[in-house]
């Protein structure tokens, strides 16, 4: 059973920085694309960014085009993400999402880890 | 970027009953490569991450109930929840996956009458 837990959420003030881990399992990890996916409390879904099986294509929603990277260790079957100069506007719930087939449909998602920016 | 907008953004239905979900896009999110729209459909519930009922715009995702099924191609599409159960209270969120950034819709809060 595939299976993703994140972790490294937490408070950050604004202008800080925060590296999100995900640790996978269940499946084979090097032939998925990856995907991160926010939550903002009590709103909607946001696409962050995603990254090809073998991390040599990435790509990202603008509002994080710049500040955010995602990255992977196919070795450690562990997705990242470090967000730097963080917003109040970035405070989300962080989703790691794996896509069905290898592909870019979100299938399988983790419970998330919640990242708060605030002073 | 594909905008993608739900309608409505919320609905109360009676159990039993049937509930219709409508996305639309802002370009069409059929391919010309592989002639399939790039669609999906989420349930999310309190505390939950979401979960995927249908891709492909109409393919039922393994477990999901027959009673939700998708329809359209191009720009318009919609959920059909054929008869409704208490567990169907939830947000739908529908999803483009033809390009990135990928791009969910608002979405529709279905509430039991």
């Known amino acids: 059973e595939k299976q993703l837990v994140e972790s490294g959420g937490g408070l950050v003030q604004p202008g800080g920085s925060l590296r999100l881990s995900c640790a996978a399992s269940g499946f084979t990890f090097s032939a998925y694309w990856l995907t991160w996916v926010r939550q903002a409390p009590g709103k909607g879904l946001e696409w962050v960014a995603n990254i090809k099986p073998d991390g040599s294509e990435k790509n990202y929603v603008d509002s994080v085009k710049g500040r955010f990277t995602i990255s992977r260790d196919n070795a450690k079957n562990s997705l990242y993400l470090q967000m730097n100069s963080l917003r109040a506007e970035d405070t989300a719930v962080y989703h790691c999402?794996?896509?069905?087939?290898?592909?870019?449909?979100?299938?399988?998602w983790g419970q998330g880890t919640l990242v708060t920016v605030s002073s | 970027d594909f905008v993608m907008t739900q309608s409505p953004d919320s609905l109360a239905v009676s159990l039993g009953e049937r509930a219709t979900i409508n996305c639309k896009s802002s370009r069409s999110v059929l391919s010309t490569s592989d002639n399939q729209n790039y669609l999906a459909w989420f349930q999310q519930k309190p505390g939950q991450p979401p979960k995927l009922l249908i891709y492909?715009?109409?393919t039922r995702e393994s477990g999901v109930p027959d009673r939700f099924s998708g329809s359209g191609s191009g720009t318009d599409f919609t959920l059909t929840i054929s008869s409704l159960q208490a567990e169907d209270a939830a947000i739908y969120y529908c999803q483009q996956y033809h390009s990135a950034p990928i791009t969910f819709g608002q979405g529709t809060r279905l509430e039991i009458k």
């Open positions: 999402v794996t896509g069905k087939g290898g592909g870019w449909i979100p299938e399988c």
């Open positions: 492909w715009a109409s």
